[in-house]
């Protein structure tokens, strides 16, 4: 009983389109430049193969700001579909 209420409630996707893609990776440049702004201690953990391509992050920040840049991409994404924008 339980399992058939659960498997009615299913989130709203959307498809991938070059419009998807680029409002996540948007949202990802927004969220490393607010890590850029805010992270205290940017170079500790784990050293990036090529630091300079990463603007100086450690492994810590590029790993914490790509998340953050995800969860908000997809919440953007499920907002802006929810609403018909996308």
Known sequence: MLTTILLTVAPRTVEWSPTIGLIMVL???????FGKLTIKHQSTG????????FGGFGLGAV???TCFGHILGAGTILGLSYIGAI
């Open 27 to 33: 949202c990802n440049v927004l969220a490393i430049a």
């Open 46 to 53: 784990g050293a990036m193969p090529s630091s300079s391509m």
């Open 63 to 65: 790993l914490g700001t």
